[in-house]
């Protein structure tokens, strides 16, 4: 069901994230080669007037992985460690396990997701999109060596570790406050 979601949301999201990453890069390309989008509506508006309706979906394939990656390790790393930090390292089931839970969940999502998000930048980033995904990889990685799939890890855990972390105390908060209205038991 996290795949699901997280794919479905990938795909939905996409024309908002291309139209983000353009507008975020624009002022490093040369002036010739900016954009030049007065707000992302007028962004939305152009990319399908001037490059067609397929643009609004560049790069949805890494873009829908990200979100399924993302979901899928968010949610197993998390009840994973609060598991093992409950049975294991003798915590209780309260807000110091979820913390604690959620951090490595947190880092663990950074990391998994962090290679497909370098590949889903630049490819949202790049002009005309005539070059494939996999002759793309095999550019990178010629001239870039493999370091290059970590690029930005530290500020996307610095974004991602924080939401993580709330996602999951405000989540553990409301599984207590609804299972206490409801007289349900763990």
């Not at 795909?11 to 992302?40: E, F, T």
């Not at 409950?86 to 663990?108: E, N």
């Not at 996602?167 to 007289?183: S, Y």
Request: charged share 20%; hydrophobic share 40%; aromatic share 10%.
């Amino acid at each position: 069901m996290a795949s699901t979601s997280g794919f479905v949301g990938g795909v939905a999201g996409n024309p908002a994230d291309v139209i983000n990453v353009r507008m975020q890069h624009d002022p490093a390309l040369p002036a010739s080669q900016r954009r030049n989008y007065s707000n992302a509506l007028d962004g939305l508006i152009r990319m399908t007037r001037e490059e067609g309706p397929r643009s609004l979906f560049r790069g949805v394939l890494p873009n829908s992985l990200r979100a399924v990656l993302m979901t899928a390790s968010q949610l197993a790393s998390y009840d994973f460690l609060k598991t093992l930090l409950i049975r294991k390292a003798g915590m209780h089931d309260d807000w110091t396990a979820h913390l604690a839970a959620s951090i490595g969940a947190g880092f663990v999502a950074t990391t998994v997701c962090s290679p497909v998000d370098v590949v889903k930048t630049r490819i949202m980033s790049a002009e005309g999109g005539k070059e494939g995904v996999l002759r793309l990889l095999n550019r990178w990685w010629r001239k870039e060596g493999g370091g290059w799939v970590f690029r930005g890890w530290v500020p996307s855990f610095v974004r991602l570790g924080p939401h993580t972390v709330f996602t999951f105390l405000f989540l553990e908060q409301h599984k207590r406050i609804w299972r206490g209205l409801h007289d349900w038991e763990e």
